[in-house]
């Protein structure tokens, strides 16, 4: 192989690289907000569900109920 080949593929090689690097920072950073995202939903989802306890709680206290719904 004639040395300017080699020169342009170990050059192409190291583009192909610090892309990849790239791509996997930003992977990365992804991966981590999406985590955060995910911490958030499950409070809110735990919130929701002791919203809605209490609030079943308070229905029966009341003697609320809606025919619509069965139980």
């Keep these: 192989m004639s040395e300017t080949v080699e020169s342009l593929l170990l050059e192409y090689l190291r583009r192909l690289d610090r892309r990849v690097d790239a791509l996997s920072d930003s992977l990365r950073e992804t991966r981590a907000g999406l ?9 809110h989802d735990a ?7 209490r609030l079943v709680a308070i229905e029966k206290r009341l003697d609320l ?3 619509a719904i069965p139980g």
């Design 35 to 43: 985590s955060g995202v995910v911490q958030v939903l499950a409070a």
């Design 47 to 53: 919130h929701m569900l002791r919203v809605e306890t």
């Design 65 to 67: 109920h809606d025919p």
